[in-house]
């Protein structure tokens, strides 16, 4: 399957996921303080991109990582399934996908932060060992 390019959104979208969810406090607190504006842990982070026919939050392009953030609504089962169908179809294109609730970035943000520090080094290491295989 192939991968259309990576395009850069504009910083004030406000249609997230095909949801409207407003950009609030909640992405300025995961870019700024737990993705340090974009450099976590010596990986680069970019905001609001386009991955195939979907926009994501947060993407490290080297170590193929998406980190998301899912607004504090009632969501009904259709959304559910469109959020499903997404993430399967990202992870078919060989992306790692993260999921966070807004009530955990604002309540965990340093929990929130480990959890994607530590995706991120894990990640790293599969590619490293891929690699390694590959340049053999």
């Not at 303080?33 to 926009?55: E, W």
């Not at 309540?107 to 995706?119: A, D, F, G």
Request: with cysteine; hydrophobic share 40%.
């Amino acid at each position: 399957m192939s991968m259309k390019p990576l395009q850069h959104l504009p910083a004030r979208s406000n249609r997230l996921n095909g949801s409207d969810a407003v950009i609030n406090e909640v992405f300025s607190i995961t870019w700024e303080k737990i993705l340090n504006h974009g450099s976590l842990g010596g990986h680069h982070f970019l905001r609001l991109r386009r991955v195939g026919q979907h926009t994501v939050h947060f993407i490290c392009k080297t170590l193929l990582l998406i980190v998301d953030i899912e607004p504090e609504v009632q969501i009904d089962p259709m959304h559910r399934m469109k959020m499903l169908r997404r993430t399967m179809e990202l992870r078919n294109m060989g992306f790692y996908t993260m999921l966070f609730h807004e009530n955990e970035i604002r309540t965990y943000p340093n929990q929130v932060k480990k959890l994607i520090e530590n995706r991120a080094e894990i990640l790293k290491m599969k590619q490293q060992y891929r690699n390694r295989f590959v340049n053999t």
